[in-house]
C-alpha cells in the first residue's frame, strides 16, 4: 500500500518558468490537500480539495493552481515561477469522518532560481 | 483566525529525561488536534490524534492532553532516546477539515 505519493522528489527551476507537481493516493481518501514549508515554519494549506471536481483555496493560494479531475489525483501547478515559491511542497490526504489523520507524501523541494 | 503556537522552538535534553511539548491555539473551536513527527528532510509521521471530545490519547511512551477551554495541548515524552530526535509539529483542524499547523519543537536527545 503506497498511501500517498509525490512526484517529482526535488526540481530546480528557472524564474518564469511552469510546472505541475503530481499528488497520487491509493486509499480512496475525498479530501486533498497541497501545503507549503519554508525554514522553521510549520506548514501553510495552499489549496484543497473536498471531492473529485472540486477545489478550494487555502491560507496561501495566489502563484498557485490546482485541479482534481480524479479521484485520486491531485495536480498543483505553478504559471510562472518566482523565487519566493522555493519552498518544500507536501501533499496529504484523508477521510475526515473516519477520525483518521492526515496521510502525508515525502515532499517535493522546490528551487527558483 | 486559528493561530497556533509551539513553545520551545528548540529543545536538547540527555538521554532518558521526560519531556513536555507545549502546543496552543486561539480558537477553541477545533475537531480534532494531532500531533505528528517530521524527520530532517522527510515527511510527516502521525502520532496522536484527539477527537475535540477527548481529553488525552496515549501511544507507548507518548501521551497527549488537551484542554480545549484554555486552548493549550502537551505532548509528554517519557525515557526520552536519541531516536527521539526529530521535529514535533502540533496541528488543529477546524470545522472544513483543514489544518492549521504550529512552527514545531526541534527536539534533540542527546546520548
Known amino acids: 500500500n503506497a498511501g500517498v505519493t509525490q512526484t517529482p522528489k526535488f526540481r530546480v527551476l528557472k524564474t518564469g518558468q511552469s510546472m505541475t507537481l503530481l499528488c497520487a493516493q491509493d486509499?480512496?481518501?475525498?479530501?486533498m490537500y497541497w501545503y507549503r514549508q519554508d525554514p522553521g515554519m510549520g506548514l501553510r494549506l495552499i489549496h484543497y480539495?473536498?471531492?473529485?471536481?472540486?477545489?478550494a483555496k487555502g491560507e496561501v493560494p495566489d502563484g498557485y493552481n490546482v485541479s482534481r479531475l480524479k479521484k485520486q489525483n491531485f495536480l498543483l501547478g505553478l504559471e510562472s515561477a518566482a523565487p519566493s515559491q522555493t519552498s518544500v511542497y507536501f501533499c496529504?490526504?484523508?477521510?475526515?469522518?473516519?477520525?483518521?489523520?492526515?496521510?502525508f507524501g515525502d515532499g517535493t523541494r522546490l528551487s527558483i532560481l | 483566525k486559528q493561530e497556533v503556537t509551539q513553545i520551545p522552538a528548540a529543545l536538547s535534553v540527555p538521554e532518558g529525561e521526560n519531556l513536555v511539548l507545549n502546543c496552543s491555539f486561539t480558537?477553541?473551536?477545533?475537531?480534532?488536534l494531532q500531533w505528528f513527527r517530521q524527520d530532517p528532510g522527510k515527511g510527516l509521521t502521525s502520532l496522536l490524534l484527539?477527537?475535540?471530545?477527548?481529553r488525552e490519547q496515549t501511544s507507548g511512551r507518548l501521551n497527549a492532553s488537551l484542554d480545549k477551554s484554555s486552548g493549550r495541548s502537551t505532548l509528554y515524552i517519557a525515557a526520552s532516546q536519541p531516536g527521539d530526535s526529530a521535529t514535533y509539529l502540533c496541528?488543529?483542524?477546524?470545522?472544513?477539515?483543514?489544518?492549521?499547523f504550529g512552527s514545531g519543537t526541534r527536539l534533540l536527545v542527546r546520548p
Open positions: 484527539i477527537q475535540s471530545s477527548q
Open positions: 496541528a488543529v483542524m477546524d470545522s472544513s477539515y483543514k489544518l492549521i
Open positions: 486509499m480512496n481518501h475525498e479530501y
Open positions: 480558537d477553541s473551536a477545533i475537531y480534532n
Open positions: 480539495s473536498v471531492g473529485e471536481g472540486t477545489t
Open positions: 496529504a490526504s484523508s477521510d475526515p469522518g473516519s477520525g483518521q489523520p492526515q496521510h
